[in-house]
C-alpha cells in the first residue's frame, strides 16, 4: 500500500531552469539495491513508506521528472573481508550497463509518465553527459566509494577508469590503505594521508578520475587539497557552519576544496543537515557560497544510500521543490543554475583523461 506523499510545490521558473539545466546529482547508491534485490533502475517505483531508508529513491523515470539530467552511481563495497572488493565494484557496473542496454534496446525506459521513452545512458565525460541531455536521455556516471575497493592495488584505479569510473572517494565508514575515516573503525584524527594514499591521488589524476573527499577526515582532506592539481569533489556533505557534527565540512575544509576549483554536493539527510525540509538544504547552500564561493556548491542527495531523505526531497522526482525553495530564498538564477548543474560538470570536465578528450 502506498501512503500520501507529503504535498511538494514547484514554480514554473524551478521546472523553467530544469529545462535548461538538468540537474547533476553527485551521488546516490542505488546499485547496491540493483545488485542486492534486483531493483530495475527502468521502473517507476512508489515507495512502501512516504520516507523511508531502504531503496527506491531513484529511478529513470523519477530522474526525468525530477528534471536530473545526470545521476553519478555510488559503487560501495563493504570491507568485511579484506579481498574480492573489486569485484563487487564491478558487478555493480555490470548492473548499470545491464539497465542501460536494456533502455537503449527499450528504446528507453519502462513505465516513463509521458511515454516518451528517454534512455538512461552511460556517460563518463562531460560531452558524453551532454550529447545524453541534448537527445533528452538522462547520464548515468559511476563514482566508487572507498579505496578498499582497489583492494590493495593501484593498478586498479585504471581498469576502473576504463569502465567508465568517474570518482573515487578515498574513504568510506573505515580506516583503509589510504587513509582514515572521519567516523568509523580504525578512525584516527592525526593522521593523513599514507603513501598509498598520496599515490592512488596521482594515478587517479593521471587516469582521469575526480577524487573525491567524503567520509575522509580532516587531516587527509587537507592533504588531498594539497596534493591535488585538479578540482575536487566532495560528493555528499553537509557543512558545519550550518550545523556542527561529525559528517559536515568545516569552513577552512570548504575554502581548502574550493581553492582547487572544486565542488561540495550537499546531502539531503535531515540528521545532518540538523533538521527537516528545504530550509536546511537551502541554508547549508548558502553557508557554502558565503564560505567558498558560488562555484563551490552542488547536489549530493545520497538517495538510497541508507539515509531517511528530508522532507520535500523524498525522492529523485521532488528535486524542482529545492530549486523553487532557492528561488524563492532570492537566490539569483544564474546561482541556482551553478548549484543545480554547472559547478558539477566543471569538475568533471577539468578531469576527462586526455585520450578520450581526444578521441572525441
Ligand atoms: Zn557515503
Not at 79 to 89: K, L, T
Amino acid at each position: 500500500m502506498a501512503f500520501r506523499r507529503d504535498a511538494i510545490e514547484i514554480s514554473d521558473e524551478a521546472r523553467a531552469l530544469h529545462r535548461e539545466a538538468p540537474a547533476v546529482d553527485l551521488h546516490a547508491d542505488t546499485l547496491m539495491w540493483s545488485r542486492w534485490v534486483g531493483y530495475d533502475l527502468l521502473t517507476r517505483h512508489e515507495a512502501m513508506l512516504p520516507r523511508h531508508a531502504f531503496a527506491g529513491h531513484v529511478d529513470l523515470p523519477r530522474l526525468r521528472e525530477g528534471g536530473i539530467g545526470a545521476q553519478y552511481f555510488g559503487l560501495v563495497s563493504l570491507p568485511v573481508s579484506h579481498a574480492g572488493n573489486r569485484a563487487v565494484i564491478d558487478a555493480q557496473i555490470d548492473e548499470l550497463e545491464r539497465a542501460v542496454a536494456r533502455s537503449a534496446a527499450t528504446g528507453g525506459g519502462g513505465g516513463a509518465a509521458d511515454g516518451r521513452g528517454a534512455q538512461l545512458v552511460k556517460a563518463d565525460d562531460l560531452a558524453a553527459v551532454e550529447r545524453a541531455n541534448a537527445a533528452g536521455g538522462v547520464a548515468a556516471l559511476m563514482g566508487i566509494e572507498g579505496a578498499h575497493a582497489l583492494d590493495g592495488d593501484l593498478d586498479a584505479i585504471e581498469h576502473f577508469a576504463r569502465r567508465g569510473v568517474r570518482y573515487l572517494g578515498i574513504l568510506h565508514f573505515s580506516a583503509n590503505d589510504a587513509g582514515f575515516p572521519a567516523y568509523g573503525w580504525g578512525r584516527r584524527d592525526d593522521e593523513g594521508l599514507t603513501p598509498f594514499g598520496r599515490e592512488l591521488v596521482h594515478r587517479s589524476e593521471d587516469a582521469g578520475l575526480v577524487l573525491d573527499l567524503a567520509h575522509i577526515n580532516r587531516k587527509g582532506w587537507f592533504d588531498v587539497c594539497a596534493l591535488a592539481r585538479r578540482p575536487l569533489y566532495c560528493t555528499h556533505t553537509g557543512v558545519a557552519g550550518a550545523f556542527r557534527h561529525w559528517r559536515n565540512a568545516d569552513d577552512e575544509q570548504l575554502r581548502a576544496l574550493a581553492a582547487t576549483g572544486g565542488a561540495a554536493g550537499v546531502i539531503f539527510a535531515p540528521n545532518f543537515l540538523g533538521g527537516d525540509g528545504l530550509e536546511p538544504v537551502v541554508r547549508h547552500l548558502r553557508h557554502m557560497i558565503d564560505v567558498g564561493g558560488e562555484d563551490l556548491p552542488a547536489l549530493g542527495s545520497d538517495w538510497d544510500g541508507m539515509i531517511v531523505p528530508t522532507r520535500g526531497l523524498h525522492d529523485a522526482s521532488c528535486l524542482p521543490a529545492l530549486t523553487t525553495a532557492l528561488l524563492r530564498a532570492g537566490l539569483p538564477a544564474r546561482v541556482v543554475r551553478k548549484i543545480l548543474r554547472d559547478n558539477a560538470l566543471r569538475v568533471l570536465g577539468a578531469a576527462s583523461p586526455r585520450s578520450s578528450a581526444a578521441a572525441t
